[in-house]
C-alpha cells in the first residue's frame, strides 16, 4: 500500500522554527515530484511548495518565499518543508502529495494540487505565542 505520512506539526511562535517530514512508506519517493500544501480554516488549500526529481529544483508560493524551504533525503526516503519565521497567517492544516511526471519533466514540480494523486493525511501547524 503506498502511503504518505506527514509530521512533525504542532505550535510554534512567530518568529520560530518548525520542521514537517513526510515520509513514504510502499514505494521509493527518489522518483516523485513532491509538493506541499495547506488549507486553512474556511479557505481553499492552496500550495506551499514544491521539489522536483532531478536537480533537485524547487518552487515556492509568494506567501511563504525566503521563509520556508522544501528539501529531499533520498536515502531517507523523506522530504522536508522548513518553516522559519511563521506569522499566525500560516496556521493550516500541512499536506505533503506525490506526483510522478513524465520524463520530460524530471525538472519541475507543479504546484497545483490536481497534479497529485497520492495525498498524506496532514498535520496540523498552529503559529501563535
Known amino acids: 500500500q503506498l502511503e504518505l505520512v506527514e509530521s512533525g506539526g504542532g505550535l510554534v511562535q512567530p518568529g520560530g522554527f518548525l520542521r514537517l517530514t513526510c515520509a513514504a512508506s510502499g514505494f521509493t519517493l527518489d522518483g516523485y515530484a513532491i509538493g506541499w500544501f495547506r488549507q486553512a480554516p474556511g479557505k481553499e488549500r492552496e500550495g506551499v511548495g514544491c521539489i522536483s526529481i532531478s536537480g533537485p529544483r524547487t518552487s515556492y508560493a509568494d506567501a511563504v518565499k525566503g521563509r520556508f524551504t522544501v528539501s529531499r533525503d533520498n536515502a531517507k526516503n523523506s522530504v522536508y518543508l522548513e518553516m522559519k519565521d511563521p506569522n499566525p497567517e500560516d496556521t493550516a492544516v500541512y499536506y505533503c502529495?506525490?506526483?510522478?511526471?513524465?520524463?520530460?519533466?524530471?525538472?519541475?514540480?507543479?504546484?497545483?494540487?490536481?497534479?497529485?494523486?497520492?495525498w498524506g493525511q496532514g498535520t496540523q501547524v498552529t503559529v501563535s505565542s
Open positions: 502529495a506525490a506526483s510522478r511526471p513524465p520524463s520530460l519533466a524530471q525538472f519541475t514540480c507543479p504546484m497545483s494540487g490536481r497534479a497529485y494523486p497520492l
